[in-house]
């Protein structure tokens, strides 16, 4: 009668425990790609909403693995997955889950928590290089581009993806940013606009940029250009809008303009004016006179100050068979004097007056520059009062002579000249 008992005792204290069981345990996660499964399996109904013990946004760095996060509610099983396994994975254990960042890359994506019944948590995650530089672009803070024109400029550092927006695209447009981080960044209109530059965590760099309004047409051809037929003269046009047109009949004289690149060539003897213009109408007029004798491009008329000299050449004519090619003679060689070495023509201003200079080639064709040098102690200067100087070009520098030292040399238009 007692071992009934006892029998019956240890069968029903086995039962008890295995009723408590529940017939077994659940079964571990799984991993497949970047998605992640795991946790219990779930009958009848969970009155806790899904959520989880991580941040609704994350920074890691590269290769760095984050804390264990928790889930709780829900419906088991739950699935963890990573929107882009090249930069992010998931490993899901039970209930909790980690998230790993790829060593060598940076960028942003996303890990989303899914329960059985779809229920979605989704957690944004920015991956920052362990060893990133800070965001940089070669192009200067203060930028002044033309106006068509266009320069590339190349990101580093920061984290990618990169974006440049400008504050104004009809002054200044930006193009899309290559793999390689370079962009382009082209002027419209004239003006003032800003392109800002910022990489996936907000960084942010500032350029700004000026387009500024067309300079006046000209070019490093004089107003007045006397040339040999059969010669050839190359200028430059600056200024204006391009592009750039030339109109000539080209009878006396035939100009042809490539780019910015002019050339004027003589045919025959005579007079022409050489009209460029540019595309927004600004006409420029060149007076071409075409000669078939003895020429200098000296002026007809100039003066030296004592003790100083001016350099020019001589043109046409039938010259000399060996150097120098042309005579020059001086009325009066104690106030002026002049040599010629090969086509150059020096003259060199001695004392007040005014003198005579004939030149003369092998046929006795001849021209004569009338040189005045002015009385001791008048203000003179080497420089002619005309001047045409090309944008960012510095010429030679002149001599300044009498009057009274110290001098001073004053622009009226310090933002042209």
Partial sequence: MNMNRIKYFVVLVALVMLSACGGGGGSPGTSTGGTTTGGTSSGGTSAIQLSTSAPTSLNLNS?????????????????????????????LTGDAFTISATAGISGTGAVVLTDAKGTKVSIAIVVRSATAAALFVDAPANLT?????????????????????SSNTAVVTVGAIGADGKFTITGGGAGSASVTIKD?????????????SPAGLFSTAPSTLQILNGTSNFYTVYGGTGPYVV??????ANAVITGSSLVISGRVPGNQTVAVSDAKGAVLLIDVTVKSGLYTDAPASLS??????????????????????????????????????GSTLSISGHSSGVVSLVITDSVSASTVITVTVPAAGALMSTAPSNLNIPIGVTLPPYAISGGSGSYTATSSNPALV
């Fill in 63 to 91: 290769g760095e693995t984050s804390p264990s996060y928790g889930i709780v509610g829900g419906f088991a099983p739950y699935a963890v997955t990573a929107d882009t396994p090249s930069l992010l994975s998931v490993s």
């Fill in 145 to 165: 581009i033309a106006a068509g024109g266009s320069g590339t400029s190349t990101i580093v550092g920061g984290s990618k993806p990169y974006t440049a927006v």
């Fill in 200 to 212: 996936a965590l907000g960084t942010a760099v500032t350029v700004s940029v000026t387009v500024p």
């Fill in 247 to 252: 109109n000539t009949n080209g009878v006396i």
């Fill in 304 to 341: 030296v100050p004592s003790g100083t000299g001016a350099t020019y050449t001589i043109y046409g004519g039938i010259p000399f068979g060996a150097s120098p090619l042309y005579n020059v003679n001086s009325s009066n060689p104690a106030v002026a004097s002049a040599t010629v070495t």
